[in-house]
């Protein structure tokens, strides 16, 4: 059956959109332009591909987020002010300050970076509100309301040629998203071998991005609830066969800190001395190569707290506690604050602690905050057999330390726009930061030196202060600035006296062992609780002599080896410690 076309109605219709350019042409030519504005100004993805694969690729990266943005803009365009107003200025403020911090910082938009941001706490946010981001914010919102009110009052919709605009428009935005979702015209184009490479580069327009992040997101949910339920389903170590040899009261504190880098430490040969109060104590036991299980503390903190490995990155049981549980130490952890089931996972490796104190989130980042709940508790098991697991934010960003600690100077805390700034005020920022964690593990050694106890501290990741163009961390294994992470001991003399071949050994291995990883943490604990369990793998267990040395991929970090070359030359002279402040 053959239907006719209505000329009448054809008119109609062309007549409709022809009303429709008349009284809206202007109007559009300045969303056109705008939207022009708007992809070259913030589409940076598609500078990566014109470097890499020639300018023809990248003026159809540009193209395509031109129109994309141009469909957007007549949508909000076509139904109120209002709309377009929050569109402009929503996408100014992802697309400039989300995507600039991103691309200045080194980070990608990955699943690492989205799984942080859904784990990000209120007062995270509010650190990242500074004197730079909110007038730029408030700035940015002021111009794009007087536009918007602008482009309304200057070229209205009426009222009959809106529902054609806006169905216009919403066609467009299907359209385009249905070409990028076939990987038009790039599958066309380009030959096979090269596609993967170019749809991962297009898929970082940001016109494009917000279905990129929610797909991320999707996926985040799917994932973490997964990873519960083999965290669920892991065996309970306390089930297998294992003897305690500690009889006397003895405290374990076990640190696994945020962001602290192996080569800002003075134990290892750095030019400052970050920790001032630590360098007086006789015999702290520093490994100066420890690579971590990730560079994200979701990850590495899984990695730490159970048997997995760098390489086989395979949990089989459920964390130490129950461990010590089950040879009557009395079990506690100081965390930071979780908000839901899906926000750090790894928090259920922890399950079986029998107290644990959660940090109030407006007490967070100043970790001096902590110290209270951390001498209540150990005041209260000073006869006991005790094992406390202390986890807070360290050096993590934004940075934070009291005005006694600023130190290192000038200092630049503002990591939304760190390349605003010169690098030194970050890495002096960030040292100041360290100078605070020194006076936190000093107050608590303070507490344990009359007592049969040790300081096993260790870094979940370290931290990128503008390397090769990098800050934070981006989830990235081939960083050497986030792989590399502080760790070290510290014995009381009565522990020393009535362990003395666990510290022997732990002195040793600190020399001998070339490199280790968070593959030992688990197994380390379990031994300095002079727990001998079949869980335990002696060549992970740095209080054992039959330990082996980690031989996993880690990125070569150069940099760091002169330092521990000169540290060994300066030792062999007996130069004295650098000064805090030098």
Known sequence: MVTNIDPASSMKLLS??????QHNGRALLLLLLLSFIFSCAFNVYAYDVMEKFGPGMGIVGFVSGWGMCFAFLVLMYSLHWVCLMLYLWGSSLFLFMITWFLRTSGLELNDEVVASVMET????????LNAVSIPLALATGAVCYVLARWIAGTYSVPRRERAALFALAAAAVVC?????????????????????????????????????????????????????QELDGLKDPAELASTCGEAEPVTLLIHFGEALRADHLPFNGYERNTMPLLSRLPGIISFPKVASYATATRESTLGALSDATVEGRKLHYSGFM?????HGFSTNAVLLPSGSVHDMPAYRLLKDTRNIVQIPEDEIYDVMNSLPYIFNILEQGRDQRLVLYVNNLGSHPAYYYREKNKVFLPDERNMVFPTMFPKQNIVNAYDNTILQNDEFIYSIIEKLKDRNAVYFYCSDHGQSLGERGNYTQNGSMDIPE????ACFVWFSDLFRKTHPDMVRNLEANAERLPM???DYFFHTVI????????????????????VRPFTGDVPAFPEYDRQLEEMRKRLSTKDEMPVAGK
């Open 482 to 485: 986030q792989r590399y992470v």
């Open 516 to 518: 280790i990883s968070h």
């Open 16 to 21: 409709s959109f022809k009303a429709l350019l």
């Open 121 to 128: 706490k209120p007062q995270e946010i509010f650190i990242y």
């Open 322 to 326: 129950s461990l010590f549980n089950k």
């Open 527 to 546: 031994a300095l609780g002079s727990i001998s369990s079949q869980v335990v793998d002696p060549g992970l267990n740095l209080c054992s002599p039959c």
């Open 176 to 228: 385009l998203n249905i070409v990028w979702y076939r990987g038009l015209p790039y599958n066309v184009l380009l030959p096979a071998a090269m596609q993967e490479e170019v749809f991962s580069q297009a898929s970082k327009f940001p016109m494009h991005s917000y279905k990129k992040v929610g797909t991320m997101i999707k996926d985040y949910y799917e994932i973490t609830t997964r990873v519960l």
